[in-house]
C-alpha cells in the first residue's frame, strides 16, 4: 500500500492536444539541466539544504542525464474542464500548468519543492502562509510505459493510467525518471487550494 503518494482518481482531458502544444511557437520552453536549478537552493532548512547539495554533487559527473524540458502556454488552461477547478478546490486565476517531458534516460533529480516560481509570479515569495496552501496535482498524460516513474520517499507510482491524478507532501523528497524507450508527459497543476 501507498504510503507517501495520495491517489485522486482519473480526469479526462485532451492530453494528445496538449502535448502537440509543445511544439507549438506560443509555447515557453525551459530546458535546463536539473542539477543547475537554482531553485533547489531557496527556502530551505539546514536540513533540507544539506540535501539539496548532496544531490546535486552525485548527479553533477552525469549531468546529461538530468536534462529534461518544461513547457508552459496559457492555453493549456482553457483546455482543462471547469469542473476540475472545483473538484480540486483549486483558484485556476493563481494556478500554474505546465507539461513535463522526459526523453529516453532521462531524470529529475531528488528534490524538495517549494514553489518559489509560483509564489514569486503571484507577488507572494514571502508569504509563508501562502505557501503551506500551495498544493501539485501530478496528472499523467500518457498511457502506462516501461520505465515512466515518480518516486516519492520509499513510495513510488509506476504503470500509471493516463489521466491518473496523484498529490503528496511537498516536503518529501521525491524524483521522476524515463528509464524506458518512449518520450513521457506529465501533467503538473500547481495552485491554492482550500
Keep these: 500500500m501507498h504510503k507517501e503518494i495520495t491517489y485522486l482518481g482519473k480526469v479526462k482531458m485532451p492530453f494528445d492536444e496538449m502535448i502537440k502544444l509543445t511544439s507549438k511557437k506560443s509555447t515557453r520552453i525551459d530546458a ?115 520505465g515512466h516513474a515518480l518516486f516519492v520517499g520509499s513510495d513510488v507510482a509506476y504503470n500509471l493510467k493516463k489521466g491518473t491524478i496523484l498529490t503528496f507532501n511537498q516536503d518529501t523528497p521525491h524524483s521522476g525518471c524515463n528509464v524506458g524507450h518512449e518520450d513521457r508527459y506529465v501533467l503538473t497543476v500547481t495552485g491554492f487550494y482550500g
Design 32 to 146: 535546463t539541466f536539473d542539477n543547475e536549478r537554482t531553485s533547489y537552493h531557496k527556502n530551505r532548512n539546514r536540513d533540507q539544504l544539506a540535501f539539496s547539495k548532496k544531490v546535486k554533487k552525485l548527479y553533477t559527473p552525469n549531468k546529461n542525464v538530468c536534462y529534461y524540458y518544461r513547457y508552459t502556454n496559457t492555453i493549456l488552461f482553457e483546455m482543462i474542464p471547469a469542473g476540475f477547478w472545483r473538484r480540486y478546490k483549486m483558484d485556476k486565476n493563481k494556478s500554474k500548468v505546465q507539461i513535463l517531458h522526459h526523453p529516453p534516460g532521462t531524470v529529475s533529480i531528488p528534490h524538495i519543492d517549494r514553489y518559489d516560481s509560483m509564489l514569486r509570479d503571484f507577488g507572494l515569495e514571502n508569504n509563508s502562509k501562502k505557501r503551506k496552501k500551495v498544493r501539485r496535482l501530478w496528472i499523467s498524460m500518457t498511457d502506462p510505459k516501461l
